[in-house]
């Protein structure tokens, strides 16, 4: 057994807000949970290649929206899956950030970066 905090670890910086990632593959466990942070009027496109994702809204809004143009709202309690791999453009609320716990399956190593681009979707 083991406990680690939000203040043991690095806030990584991915482009449309932050990650602290609180669980990575190091630790064994399979999967990953990071908490993450999408800035209030932010629109990242992400698509992870190598992992499966689920993230639990646990504070503020957003949404999730698919390549056609299909949008979901997110708020405090929704759950999103992203179990094909789906690129997404995630954006954080008009007025207010957005906040998840993101759960990766396999885990990431936790070095990963986004590279933010207009024409594509930034992967890992």
Not at 15 to 32: P, Q, Y
């Amino acid at each position: 057994m083991f406990t680690r905090s939000r203040d043991d670890v690095e806030k990584v910086e991915w482009g449309g807000g932050t990650s602290e990632r609180l669980l990575v593959d190091k630790d064994n466990m399979g999967f990953a949970v990071a908490h993450t942070v999408v800035r209030a009027g932010s629109s990242s496109k992400l698509q992870y290649r190598n992992h499966l994702e689920a993230c639990y809204c646990i504070g503020g809004s957003g949404s999730v929206v698919e390549p056609d143009g299909t949008e979901h709202k997110i708020t405090e309690g929704t759950i999103y899956v992203l179990d094909e791999h789906d690129a997404h453009t995630l954006k954080g609320g008009d007025n207010e950030d957005l906040i998840l716990v993101s759960i990766f399956n396999p885990a990431i190593t936790g070095n990963e970066k986004h590279e933010l681009t207009e024409d594509g979707y930034s992967s890992y």
